[in-house]
């Protein structure tokens, strides 16, 4: 009998568990980033900052998981070691920013502009940045594990010891990119344009793989991919 009696009871605790809701953001740290632009280590976990004017805003290690900045004005601030986990970025402006070693886990960036952003150490697994504008983007030493490059631009972008393992680059603009050490395994370049792509080796194409519109520096050939 108390047996079935502290099963029940286990029961309906975790029911309730899942009707209490996430914690939100901190409105004062909200009011805070918008009247100040500061709010290093703030929580503003689920932010509704869509279209947010966060110039040079200081977010060091923030918490931004799950925020909505959509259409938000980013350039020139520090992101670094923030948790943008989830976020929602489409068309947002982070063009300068920083985010280095950022954890960006299925962020969507999708149409974004990030031109000359730093992303050194960023975790960026399974991100969606397709259409994004990424001109002179350093991602060295990232971890794109499983993430959409799709018709980007990142002329001139450095992934040197980066980690593009499933990464998806088909019809990205890559000229003179760098991939110094970077890691293609299973790397789909299918329609990508690669001409004067830098320290691309025939080891590495070997492990990744394109068609026949993939367009790649003298010397080198690259799998079709099945």
Request: with cysteine.
């Amino acid at each position: 009998m108390f047996g079935l009696i502290r099963i029940c009871a286990a029961v309906m605790a975790v029911a309730w568990a899942g009707m209490v809701p996430a914690f939100a953001a901190d409105d004062e740290d909200v009011k805070q980033l918008r009247e100040t632009g500061e709010c290093a280590s703030c929580d503003l976990n689920e932010a509704d900052l869509m279209n947010a004017d966060l110039q040079g805003a200081d977010l060091n290690k923030a918490n931004l998981r799950d925020a909505d900045l959509k259409g938000a004005n980013l350039t020139g601030s520090n992101l670094s070691r923030s948790n943008r986990s989830r976020n929602d970025l489409e068309k947002a402006d982070l063009s300068g920013a920083n985010l280095s070693r950022a954890m960006m886990s299925g962020v969507d960036l999708e149409k974004a502009v990030m031109k000359g952003a730093k992303l050194r150490r960023v975790d960026l697994r399974d991100g969606e940045l397709d259409k994004a504008m990424l001109d002179g983007a350093d991602f060295s030493e990232g971890d794109l594990w499983g993430t959409s490059f799709k018709r980007a631009e990142l002329k001139g972008s450095s992934f040197e010891s980066s980690k593009l393992h499933g990464t998806n680059f088909e019809r990205a603009s890559l000229q003179g990119a760098n991939f110094v050490e970077a890691i293609l395994k299973k790397t789909d370049f299918s329609g990508a344009n690669l001409t004067g792509a830098e320290e691309l080796t025939q080891a590495q194409l070997n492990e990744a793989c394109g068609n026949a519109e993939t367009v790649l520096p003298d010397g080198v050939t690259i799998p079709t991919c099945q």
